[in-house]
């Protein structure tokens, strides 16, 4: 059996923040700790949902069991409901051996279903009836199990737009959200910036010995208050990281993406912020030339220039070129949300998802 308990009591990070929103979570958390009742942690990604799921197994009365972690996004579904349920030898090609899934391994204690939200619908309802009843039959097998688990699920994904899509069962949903706790993304809550910098730099200093990190300058530090981080506390994590090998927060600060950066300095005075490489440049656009140079080189022989210009091409171009633009610039304004971002721009999500695809729009890192 998987045992998770001591190595989650030492590496368990602390909800590190001072911001209302926060300290409402941390006091949430010490009232519903000993309920367990099924818990639904949402936010964006990297704001820091497993940290929440641990301080509530911790500070539980089944802190003594195992904390059992599965990421429903990253296996296949006939994996996921295997490594769920487990299975008996012979169940399918490749079972040389019984083995008992995480149900099993957290009898007693905690199972953290992280990115609920990708859970294929055929294991949904499966799930739905392992929650109500507490019984389930590993596969290849017609022996019910009982188990006591309390389940605490989490999910970067909008479970209202889902169940609208008809891609999460109601049901279910009624069923894990029985206490919900929503994590505000970092841009929302700057003043738990400096608090995590501190944090880290310390926690760092004893995982990378002979690099002492330094805590950035006020310009800095106000420069990384400002910075919208899309990855959030993950993506701050990283960077501490590459500052203790680095030593310097204007490298790290440099790396960022500029457009992100852009986005959210304008002054206080309330001058426009600056335009970004993300968003059309019409400054130019009353030439033909200026038009044209987007899409084709001008610097090519008058042969091979009129080759390939064609009004047909050139619209199609412009338009993929706009299209590509807004679904980033949508994507950035809810947090790489791609639920919310199909229906803002009243597309459906796998056609959204066929757009990033060809576009190339992806995530800044």
């Known amino acids: 059996m998987l045992k998770q308990k001591n190595e989650n009591k030492t590496m368990?990070?602390?909800?590190?923040?001072?911001?209302?929103?926060?300290?409402?979570?941390?006091?949430?958390?010490?009232?519903?700790?000993?309920?367990?009742?099924?818990?639904?942690?949402?936010?964006?990604?990297?704001?820091?949902?497993?940290?929440?799921?641990?301080?509530?197994?911790i500070e539980s009365e089944r802190s003594s069991k195992n904390f059992v972690k599965i990421n429903c996004a990253a296996l296949p579904e006939t994996l996921l409901e295997s490594e769920l349920y487990g299975y008996e030898k012979g169940a399918?090609?490749?079972?040389?051996?019984?083995?008992?899934?995480?149900?099993?391994?957290?009898?007693?204690?905690?199972?953290?279903?992280?990115?609920?939200?990708?859970?294929?619908?055929?294991?949904?309802?499966?799930?739905?009836?392992?929650?109500?009843?507490?019984?389930?039959?590993?596969?290849?097998?017609?022996?019910?199990?009982?188990?006591?688990?309390?389940?605490?699920?989490?999910?970067?994904?909008?479970?209202?737009?889902?169940?609208?899509?008809?891609?999460?069962?109601e049901d279910l949903f009624y069923r894990l959200n029985i206490i919900k706790i929503e994590i505000p993304p970092l841009r929302k809550r700057k003043e738990d910036i400096s608090p995590l910098i501190e944090y880290y730099?310390?926690?760092?200093?004893?995982?990378?010995?002979?690099?002492?990190?330094?805590?950035?300058?006020?310009?800095?530090?106000?420069?990384?208050?400002?910075?919208?981080?899309?990855?959030?506390?993950?993506?701050?994590?990283?960077?501490?990281?590459?500052?203790?090998?680095?030593?310097?927060?204007?490298?790290?600060?440099?790396?960022?993406?500029?457009?992100?950066?852009?986005?959210?300095?304008?002054?206080?005075?309330?001058?426009?912020?600056?335009?970004?490489k993300t968003l059309p440049d019409t400054k130019n656009a009353d030439t033909p030339a200026s038009i044209i140079s987007e899409f084709v080189d001008l610097s090519t022989s008058s042969e091979k220039l009129f080759e390939d210009i064609s009004l047909k091409k050139i619209k199609k171009l412009a338009s993929d070129k706009v299209e590509k633009e807004v679904i980033y610039f949508v994507l950035d304004k809810v947090g790489w949300n791609r639920s919310r971002a199909s229906k803002i721009l009243k597309v459906s999500y796998k056609t959204l998802l066929y757009k990033m695809h060809e576009f190339k729009v992806l995530p800044p890192v």
């Not at 203790?244 to 309330?270: A, H, Q």
């Open 201 to 276: 730099l310390r926690l760092y200093k004893s995982e990378y010995p002979g690099n002492h990190g330094e805590k950035p300058g006020s310009d800095t530090l106000t420069k990384l208050i400002n910075y919208p981080w899309p990855g959030n506390v993950r993506q701050l994590q990283n960077c501490i990281k590459k500052q203790m090998i680095l030593k310097s927060w204007e490298k790290i600060f440099d790396e960022l993406p500029k457009e992100e950066v852009k986005l959210s300095t304008s002054t206080k005075k309330g001058r426009k912020s600056k335009k970004t």
């Open 92 to 169: 399918f090609t490749g079972a040389h051996k019984n083995r008992s899934g995480k149900f099993q391994m957290a009898d007693k204690g905690v199972l953290f279903l992280d990115e609920i939200g990708d859970m294929p619908l055929a294991l949904q309802s499966k799930m739905l009836h392992v929650l109500q009843s507490g019984e389930f039959s590993p596969l290849g097998s017609e022996q019910e199990f009982k188990t006591d688990v309390w389940v605490i699920a989490a999910t970067n994904h909008n479970l209202e737009d889902s169940m609208a899509q008809k891609r999460f069962r």
């Open 12 to 57: 368990t990070t602390p909800l590190i923040g001072v911001s209302k929103s926060i300290l409402k979570i941390k006091e949430l958390i010490h009232h519903v700790a000993d309920t367990c009742l099924n818990v639904l942690i949402t936010g964006e990604t990297g704001v820091g949902k497993e940290v929440v799921a641990q301080c509530l197994y």
